[in-house]
C-alpha cells in the first residue's frame, strides 16, 4: 500500500481560531480524507497543529493552492522537516512513508518527520562512530540515498516508488 500525503497547515495559535471555518470547508472541497486539529493550548502551540491527509498529491496541492489564496494574511508558525509550499511557511507538506520502507513494523506506521528524524538521528550516531569528518553531511547524503530530497525535505524518489 502507498503512503499518506500530509498538509500542515500552521497559522500562528492566535491565527487559527479565525480561519478555521474556511479551512475546514477548503479541505472538504478539495477532498481531504479527515484533518485533526491540536487539542488543547499544548496542541494549539504545536507548529503542526492543523494536519489534512490527501489519497494523492494532486488533491494536497489543489487545496493548498485554495488555502494559500485564502490565508494569504494569516501570519505563519512553520513547520520543521516539512516541505514548505508557501514562502511564509503557513502551509508545508509531507508523505508517510510506505509500511515497506519502515524499520520497525511493530510499533505501526510512522509520520513523514518521525521517519526523518530518526533516519537523521541513526545517521548522526554512524558518523560518530565511523569517525566521520562532517557528520552532518554524512547524515544528509545517507537520508538521499534513502529516497529524501534533503534541500526541501521532500519524499523524492520514495514518494514515486510508495506512491498508490
Same mark, same amino acid.
Given at each position: 500500500a502507498g503512503g499518506c500525503y500530509k498538509l500542515y497547515v500552521s497559522p500562528l495559535p492566535r491565527e487559527l481560531s479565525p480561519a478555521l471555518e474556511s479551512i475546514a470547508a477548503s479541505l472538504h472541497r478539495h477532498g481531504a480524507t479527515e484533518f485533526k486539529v491540536g487539542a488543547g493550548s499544548t496542541g494549539l502551540l504545536r507548529p503542526?497543529?492543523?494536519v489534512a491527509y490527501f489519497a494523492s498529491f494532486d488533491l494536497l496541492a489543489a487545496a493548498a493552492a485554495d488555502l494559500e489564496r485564502r490565508l @494569504?494574511?494569516?501570519? #505563519?508558525?512553520g513547520v520543521?522537516?516539512?516541505a514548505p509550499i508557501d514562502r511564509a511557511g503557513l502551509l508545508s507538506w509531507g508523505f508517510d512513508p510506505p509500511l515497506e520502507a519502515q524499520s520497525a513494523l511493530w510499533r505501526g506506521r510512522e509520520s513523514w518527520r518521525f521517519w526523518i528524524c530518526n533516519r537523521l @538521528?541513526? #545517521?548522526l550516531l554512524d558518523a560518530h562512530r565511523d569517525g566521520a569528518a562532517v557528520p552532518g553531511r554524512? #547524515?544528509?547524503t545517507r537520508l538521499g540515498l534513502e529516497g529524501v530530497e534533503t534541500a526541501t525535505w521532500t519524499p523524492g524518489s520514495l514518494r514515486r516508488e510508495g506512491a498508490a
Open positions: 503542526d497543529k492543523l @494569504a494574511d494569516r501570519l #505563519a508558525q520543521p522537516f516539512t @538521528a541513526r #545517521a554524512f #547524515a544528509l
